[in-house]
T-cell receptor, first 113, second 113 residues
């Protein structure tokens, strides 16, 4: 089954404790991206990747890092999480570049205390 | 200035009545336009996409959207609401020549029996 898989789905952590949210897709998509969803703000893009070893900042990259060492994986790293990073995070991928149909994971709800 | 404005944060309709979800955008670029739907605790799913081939775009589950350049609008409609349409809907627009999409703040559709 074609899918985008995120882990963990739910996480409660404390300020400053490094964490990684993994994202993996099995559709051989080149383009992958991370979003955060906050009430009333829709989704805002954090980082995106056009292909392996090619990443770029989105609208709200501060406090986040990403890497794209393999085509299928695009982890989101919070080196020193802060409470304002409490949010619902989505990973997505597309076959045909940033303006093709986005396939989303089911989301990772992160709470930073 | 917000690039994508969904004019209603909540819309409530009765089952069997028409649905109208409004979206206006501002762009100095020939836009790519999308509507995505998010059911509770799920990722987003593409409903339809405007590709400049036709101004009236048909999507899944009976939804349509009309691109009106003069009004900079891309409203989503459905002739007859079903209970399963209850979800949050996002208007998504490419507003410039870059590689990013901009999401509206979302409209929560409630369908009453």
């Amino acid at each position: 089954e074609a899918q985008v898989t995120q882990n963990p789905r739910y996480l409660i952590t404390v300020t400053g404790k490094k964490l990684t949210v993994t994202c993996s897709q099995n559709m051989n998509h080149e383009y992958m991206s991370w979003y955060r969803q906050d009430p009333g703000l829709g989704l805002r893009q954090i980082y995106y990747s056009m292909n392996v070893e090619v990443t770029d900042k989105g609208d709200v990259p501060e406090g986040y890092k990403v890497s794209r060492k393999e085509k299928r994986n695009f982890p989101l790293i919070l080196e020193s999480p802060s409470p304002n990073q409490t949010s619902l995070y989505f990973c997505a991928s597309t076959k045909t570049g940033p303006f093709g149909e986005l396939f989303f994971g089911e989301g990772s709800r992160l709470t930073v205390l | 200035a917000q690039s994508v404005t969904q004019l209603d944060s909540h819309v409530s309709v009765s089952e069997g009545t028409p649905v109208l979800l409004r979206c206006n955008y501002s762009s100095s670029y020939s836009p790519s336009l999308f509507w995505y739907v998010q059911h509770p605790n799920k990722g987003l799913q593409l409903l339809l996409k405007y590709t400049s081939a036709a101004t009236l775009v048909k999507g899944i589950n009976g939804f349509e959207a009309e691109f009106k350049k003069s009004e900079t609008s891309f409203h989503l409609t459905k002739p007859s609401a079903h209970m399963s349409d209850a979800a949050e809907y996002f208007c998504v627009v490419r507003v410039n020549a870059g590689n990013m999409l901009t999401f509206g703040g979302g409209t929560r559709l409630m369908v009453k029996p």
